[in-house]
């Protein structure tokens, strides 16, 4: 019971935190082993649109080590909608350090580095169901060690 007791305040802590936005639909994040974002992995995140008149905003989420040797990184999507047909694919380029200082960019502690970039804004979906994104790192390399993860967050745009 006293460890119960102990957790209490824990638990509250991260309830508030999960409920901080309540425009968020959706958020996952897939981790890539041994801390590389190998060319034939490619996570899919598959989310729920109930609200047709709703547009959305779609960001990518990026981890990477200050190991990661590049400043940038390419990433290119592929939206289905629920009956599979393709509605978007684009190439977007993710600048994760400045290019002439070096230093990185996001929020971090340490070594390790958060990105979110608005990859798709003010996107509105035709069709109620479940949609696929599919991200596929697209550098001119198999393998990006220092890349720890990648993922999909789906927000309703603010009303204006």
């Not at 006293?2 to 508030?16: E, H, K, N």
């Not at 996107?123 to 990006?144: I, P, W």
């Amino acid at each position: 019971m006293v460890q119960v007791l102990r957790a209490l305040p824990f638990l509250g802590l991260l309830l508030m935190l999960a409920s901080c936005d309540p425009n968020q639909i959706y958020e996952k994040n897939t981790d890539f082993k041994d801390f590389t974002w190998a060319v034939q992995e490619k996570p899919a995140f598959e989310f729920e649109i109930k609200d047709t008149t709703q547009r959305y905003n779609v960001y990518f989420n990026i981890r990477n080590a200050s190991a990661y040797g590049y400043y940038n990184l390419y990433v290119k999507h592929t939206l289905s909608d629920p009956n599979g047909k393709r509605v978007s694919q684009l190439l977007h380029q993710m600048v994760l350090m400045d290019p002439q200082t070096g230093e990185p960019r996001g929020s971090g502690t340490g070594d390790i580095f958060d990105h979110q970039f608005l990859a798709l804004p003010n996107q509105r979906f035709h069709v109620a169901g479940t949609y696929k994104l599919v991200l596929e790192q697209y550098m001119r390399q198999d393998q990006l060690p220092g890349i720890m993860a990648a993922g999909v967050r789906v927000a309703k745009t603010e009303a204006k």
